[in-house]
């Protein structure tokens, strides 16, 4: 069964180190997403990527984190210069088809500890 | 706001036995609802979803119900086997704009655990 797959499965980084996290996506699907999810919180949505640019992102998508699609299979979440706060489950998602109607696969998640 | 509460926030039962968990929300219009399952430190894999127009879907011995009046939804877990111990997420879709992901608004969870 196609899956979503996402490396590291797990990251340890310094305080103000950059991070980039990486997600396959499944093959035929168009819509890309980052969600995280900090210990015993709710997930929350990071940005969704469609025809190569961000379509939607929310506050905490600030300047410090990027997107990128730099081959036709990897989408990647980068964060510049990481915060202790940023520590936190990193899910990236995708859907063949926009979020009203398109069921949403979930990728096993990055777990970054910022130290 | 958009909200979507989950009750109980945790739970305790015997393998073999049912259960129900409740999800409430107040995103309006709203397109669909999904109900996910996840295990500790995984991925959410989807279980339903549902539109405003369906009242019932089942997946094996998980089934969802919906009452878009009330908006309410439920997840009767049947049977349930040691392997059902996770936590189970509701999440509201709106109608759409875009591909509007950050729409989605998602319940804090129901976390079960199935005793033997």
């Not at chain 1, 730099?70 to 489950?89: C, H, V």
């Not at chain 2, 094996?60 to 086997?81: C, E, M, N, V």
Request: glycine content about 6%; proline content about 4%.
């Amino acid at each position: 069964e196609p899956e979503v797959t996402q490396t590291p499965s797990h990251q340890v980084t310094q305080m103000g180190q950059e991070v980039i996290l990486r997600c396959v996506p499944i093959s035929n699907h168009l819509y890309f997403y980052w969600y995280r999810q900090i210990l015993g919180q709710k997930v929350e949505f990071l940005v969704s990527f469609y025809n190569n640019e961000i379509s939607e992102k929310s506050e905490i998508f600030d300047d410090q984190f990027s997107v990128e699609r730099p081959d036709g299979s990897n989408f990647t979440l980068k964060i510049r210069s990481t915060k202790l706060e940023d520590s936190a489950m990193y899910f990236c998602a995708s859907s063949e088809n926009s979020i009203d109607t398109g069921e949403l696969f979930f990728g096993e998640g990055s777990r970054l500890t910022v130290l | 706001k958009n909200q979507v509460e989950q009750s109980p926030q945790s739970l305790i039962i015997l393998e073999g036995k049912n259960c129900t968990l409740q999800c409430n929300y107040t995103v309006s219009p709203f397109s669909n609802l999904r109900w996910y399952k996840q295990d500790t430190g995984r991925g959410p894999v989807s279980l339903t979803i549902m539109t405003f127009s369906e009242n019932t879907k089942s997946n094996g011995r998980y089934t969802a119900t919906l009452d878009a009046d009330t908006k309410q939804s439920s997840l009767h877990i049947t049977a349930s086997q040691l392997s059902d111990s996770a936590s189970y997420i509701c999440v509201v879709s709106p109608v759409k704009i875009k591909a509007a992901g950050n729409k989605l608004t998602f319940g804090g969870g129901t976390r079960v655990l199935v005793k033997p």
